[in-house]
C-alpha cells in the first residue's frame, strides 16, 4: 500500500520569510496530491492540491511542486504570517480506483514567529 | 465551518467500556471517512461508506466497527477501550466515492480520553 514520509516535523520561520514542506510517497500509481492546514482545536482544511498531470500549482503565496520520476512533492509558503501557525499534512492517492482513501504523511507544525 | 458535524467534542471513559462517535456528513455528500488522529502517527484512515456501503478499509481494529445509515449519518464503535484508543477521531465526507473526485471536508473532531 501508500506510504507517505514528510519532513520536516516541526518548522519555525520568522514572518516574511518562505517555508519549504517535502513529502515523499511510495506507491508509482498515486496521482493525486492534495495539502491540508490543521488549526489547533480544528479539523484539517484543504489549502491546495495537484495531479500528476501537473508539475507545479500555485495559488496566491502558496505553491506545491510534483516530482513523478523522484515521488516526491512539496509545499512553498512565501511571505509567511502569523495566521501561517499550523500543522500541515500533505497526503497521496490514486484517483480513480474504488477506494478513496487518501493517505496522509504525519504533519508539520509550522511555527511563523512575529 | 466544514458542514460536517460530530458530536461528542469531548469524551472520558474508562479502559474495557464501549462509545459511539456520531458525525453528520455535509449535506449532498455521500461519502464518509473516519480518521484517528494521534500524536506520534498522524492521520491513521480507518474506514470508508458511500451511500451506505462499505468501500474500503484502512487500519481499523477488530474491536471497532462502523456503518452508515440511510440519513447518511455515521457512526463509530469503539469497544473494549484501551488506553491506547485515546485520541482525536475525526469524520470526514465528499461528495463522490473517491477522495480526489472531490476535497475531503472535515470536522472538529472527537476526543477521546480512556482512563
Known amino acids: 500500500g501508500e506510504n507517505v514520509e514528510q519532513h520536516p516535523s516541526t518548522l519555525s520561520v520568522q514572518e516574511g520569510d518562505s517555508a519549504v514542506i517535502k513529502c515523499t510517497y511510495s506507491d508509482s500509481a498515486s496521482n493525486y496530491f492534495p495539502w491540508y492546514k490543521q488549526e489547533l482545536g480544528k479539523g484539517p482544511q484543504l489549502i491546495i492540491d495537484?495531479?500528476?498531470?501537473?508539475g507545479e500549482k500555485k495559488d496566491q503565496r502558496i505553491a506545491v511542486t510534483l516530482n513523478k520520476t523522484a515521488k516526491h512533492f512539496s509545499l512553498h509558503i512565501t511571505e509567511t504570517q502569523p495566521e501561517d501557525s499550523a500543522v500541515y499534512f500533505c497526503?497521496?492517492?490514486?484517483?480513480?480506483?474504488?477506494?478513496?482513501?487518501?493517505?496522509f504523511g504525519k504533519g508539520t507544525k509550522l511555527s511563523v514567529k512575529p | 465551518d466544514s458542514g460536517v458535524t460530530q458530536t461528542p467534542k469531548h469524551l472520558i471513559t474508562a479502559t474495557g467500556q464501549r462509545v459511539t462517535l456520531r458525525c453528520s456528513p455535509r449535506?449532498?455528500?455521500?461519502?464518509v471517512y473516519w480518521y484517528q488522529q494521534s500524536l506520534d502517527q498522524g492521520l491513521q484512515f480507518l474506514i470508508q461508506y458511500y451511500n451506505g456501503e462499505e468501500r474500503a478499509k484502512g487500519n481499523i481494529l477488530e474491536r471497532f466497527s462502523a456503518q452508515q445509515f440511510p440519513d447518511l449519518h455515521s457512526e463509530l464503535n469503539l469497544s473494549s477501550l484501551e488506553l491506547g484508543d485515546s485520541a482525536l477521531y475525526f469524520c470526514a465526507s465528499s461528495v463522490l466515492q473517491g477522495a480526489s473526485g472531490g476535497e475531503l471536508f472535515f470536522g472538529e473532531g472527537s476526543r477521546l480520553t480512556v482512563l
Open positions: 495537484i495531479r500528476s498531470n501537473v
Open positions: 497526503a497521496a492517492m490514486n484517483y480513480g480506483g474504488s477506494q478513496g482513501n487518501l493517505i
Open positions: 449535506s449532498g455528500d455521500l461519502s
